[in-house]
């Protein structure tokens, strides 16, 4: 069992940037895949990025090169960089993991865009 703990969320302007971050309880090291999701109320969770086991990267269509997506497997680590924010971006983040055969959730963290 792995637990997954997102942090860095908050409040930012609209413009403005924030880096989420994920740490694993376990060894990501094999983790097939490694991502943040976003969800705001009523709403389906959407895909923000996801990064494989051999780096390769997908984003989703409104993100538009605006975030970036890493991952440390040394420190069982993900990140999201996400620049140039807006409004709409507002939500629940969401850190996910497929690791091993098991899909994990984190408890999720608020990013709020507002003036």
């Known amino acids: 069992q792995v637990q997954l703990v997102e942090s860095g969320g908050g409040l930012v302007q609209p413009e403005g940037s924030l880096r989420l971050s994920c740490a694993a309880s376990?060894?990501?090291?094999?983790?097939?895949?490694m991502g943040w999701f976003r969800q705001t109320p009523g709403k389906q969770r959407d895909m923000v990025a996801i990064i494989t086991r051999d780096g390769r990267t997908t984003y989703g269509v409104f993100v538009k090169g605006r975030f970036s997506i890493s991952r440390d497997n040394a420190k069982n680590m993900v990140y999201l960089q996400m620049n140039s924010l807006q409004p709409e971006d507002t939500a629940v983040y969401y850190c996910?993991?497929?690791?091993?055969?098991?899909?994990?959730w984190g408890q999720g963290t608020q990013v709020t865009v507002s003036s």
């Open positions: 376990g060894s990501i090291v094999n983790a097939a895949a």
């Open positions: 996910y993991g497929h690791i091993e055969t098991s899909d994990y």
